[in-house]
């Protein structure tokens, strides 16, 4: 019996090993980009003598600040040094809130961001924080993936929104661009640190975003998913109703 | 000597701008792909007298449109620069194979090449 | 128009005037084939679509007079999307077909068209490391072409011994009895040689336990085989 416990804890510890390596991998090769992007506008910046490159600095930044604080998040979620409360949370206003956490990088990217919270949905049980990172992963992630799809101006869209579905309620981020497949979330999560570019329908870097928001939503007992809306297609997470009446 | 025509392949649209600016600013005409669809379609517009390839593309990767592009006759001999977050070692098992057959001119590892040293590279070739 | 019906895999594309391109596929029946596929550098973007690399495809061809065919019709059977994830494997998977193409002749026998199946098979599995896809790939060459090296006695025609380690002698394609030393092969990298030059593939190999470990140890002897009877 005790060699059993020691087997199987022996088991989860390495496996915990390996799915930390994996994400840091994934999120080191991420942060390149940011960090290139930084370095060359500053070359640019001083060759030029000019300031106009500083603003983009800064949105470059800021952004691979974020995923870094996104990616130590679920670090310590899949290590167990964080354990998340889940509490009724208004998915609207998560929704508005992480559009505007990325609002600068899609501007950046050109991008056109929307944020559609037309329907009335009551609350959903989950942790608000979390949900929040999760989604700016993910839109992170596609809002630097979508120009390489060379798609028409008007395609470059994204949409922050939520639906009902049989399984509850969706909140995701959608695109235009018919690209995503079902089998490509799950062929893509399954390639973690097997390929260098496991998400290429997606992203012509590592897709650590949603990486990191899949590690994230796993700790709420939740899944990523690709669902439709209104015609777009995109990735969310579905969540069960909570049942009481105040929203925190 | 006349500026020349570069196919800038760059997928991530904030570098792309970067890099086109700084190569303009050496007076070459510079045009932008993000994929390599896109890429085979505008060589096909206009013919490039230099290529800067980045190899991790959305979709099809570079490896797969530099086979491409050297399968036809006319841009057989386009002098290709690989300017890549890839670093070359990853290809040592069919390194030979992958310069040679591929005919690229320069190897630049993306993250530790400059601006400055990206327009001394494409100036060199005086195409 | 006569038509034949077949499978192939795509070794090499090249152009061919204004609107056409050659496309040489390597068939399980016809040997490699060399077909015109009319109209297709209209566009010159053919990275998706009915002629792709990396995927086995049911071809229908018209043979012509000489060597040179026309491609009637392709539609792909089997696709092998995740070598595309992976840098390095598409890098592999191009360097193997343009090998198998410059070693092989027009009228090549069933198992050239079976060992590039299962080397994209392979490379398609990110599980299997490359370097096994890779050396395995050479070894059935090596064994195709007549260059299989002696696994079972040294250049003395002494059985190769457990207890004994040896070098690897290019000229004799054999092992030669060495005092222990660095460089030398333990009875132990010797048996996995012959796993490699074994009928198993390099799904089932990576099935046996411990011979991924030994790969770095087997690549030089198989580069050097490689870079005698295969370039």
Request: hydrophobic share 40%; with cysteine; charged share 20%.
């Amino acid at each position: 019996m005790l060699e059993e416990c020691a087997e199987r804890k022996r088991y989860y510890v390495v496996n915990t090993d390996i799915a930390n390596e994996q994400l840091m991998i994934s999120v080191s090769e991420q942060l390149k980009l940011p960090l290139m992007q930084v370095a060359r506008r500053a070359e640019a910046a001083e060759l030029r003598g000019t300031t106009q490159d500083f603003a983009a600095i800064r949105v470059t930044a800021q952004s691979a600040l974020q995923l870094l604080d996104n990616f130590l998040l679920s670090l310590r979620l899949q290590n167990g040094y964080l354990q998340l409360e889940l509490e009724p949370v208004s998915v609207s206003s998560v929704l508005y809130d992480a559009g505007q956490a990325v609002r600068g990088l899609a501007d950046q990217y050109g991008v056109e961001l929307q944020v559609d919270i037309g329907g009335r949905y009551g609350p959903v049980t989950a942790n608000r924080m979390a949900l929040e990172a999760a989604l700016i992963s993910l839109a992170s992630t596609l809002i630097e993936g979508l120009p390489g799809m060379d798609l028409p101006a008007p395609q470059l869209e994204l949409q922050f929104a939520t639906h009902r579905c049989r399984y509850g309620i969706v909140a995701g981020v959608y695109m235009r661009h018919k690209s995503l497949k079902p089998e490509s979330l799950d062929k893509g999560l399954s390639l973690h640190g097997k390929a260098r570019q496991p998400f290429n329908v997606l992203t012509h870097a590592s897709g650590a975003g949603i990486f990191v928001a899949d590690t994230i939503v796993k700790a709420m007992q939740l899944q990523l998913k690709v669902s439709r809306h209104n015609g777009w297609r995109g990735i969310g997470v579905v969540m069960a109703p909570n049942q009481q009446l105040q929203l925190i | 000597m006349k500026n020349s025509d570069v196919l800038l392949i760059e997928p991530d649209a904030e570098l792309a701008s970067t890099y086109r600016r700084a190569l303009e600013d050496d007076g070459h005409n510079v045009r932008v792909a993000h994929s390599a669809q896109s890429a085979l379609h505008l060589a096909d517009e206009h013919q490039p007298d230099v290529v800067v390839l980045e190899l991790q593309l959305t979709d099809h990767s570079g490896i797969e449109f530099l086979y491409e592009f050297r399968t036809y006759q006319d841009w057989q001999t386009v002098p290709v620069v690989v300017h890549s977050i890839v670093p070359e070692r990853v290809f040592q098992t069919s390194r030979l194979v992958f310069r040679q057959e591929l005919n690229i001119h320069t190897y630049c590892y993306k993250p530790t090449t400059s601006l400055r040293q990206l327009r001394a590279t494409v100036h060199a070739l005086k195409v | 128009m006569r038509t034949v019906i077949t499978q192939g895999i795509i070794l090499t594309r090249v152009d061919y005037g204004e609107a056409d391109r050659i496309v040489t596929y390597i068939t399980p029946d016809n040997g490699k084939l060399h077909l015109m596929a009319k109209g297709a550098r209209k566009i010159k973007s053919r990275l998706a679509g009915g002629i792709e690399l990396f995927s086995l495809s049911d071809i229908s061809f018209a043979p012509g007079r000489k060597e040179l065919g026309t491609l009637v019709s392709a539609r792909l059977r089997e696709h092998y999307p995740s070598i595309t994830h992976d840098i390095e494997r598409v890098q592999q998977g191009y360097a193997l077909l343009k090998l198998l193409n410059r070693l092989t002749e027009d009228d090549t026998e069933e198992q050239y068209f079976e060992l590039i199946r299962t080397t994209l098979q392979s490379l398609d599995v990110p599980d299997i490391p490359l370097l096994l896809t890779d050396l395995w790939f050479r070894a059935r060459m090596l064994t195709f072409l007549g260059h299989q090296p002696n696994l079972i006695s040294d250049a003395e025609g002494v059985r190769l011994d457990a207890g004994s380690s040896y070098d690897f002698d290019i000229e004799h394609m054999s092992f030669r009895r060495r005092p222990d030393g660095s460089d030398n092969l333990s009875a132990g990298q010797i048996k996995a040689m012959r796993l490699l030059f074994s009928r198993n593939s390099p799904s089932q190999l990576h099935r046996v336990t411990g011979l991924e470990g030994q790969l770095a140890d087997l690549e030089p002897p198989v580069r050097l085989m490689s870079a005698h009877y295969l370039s």
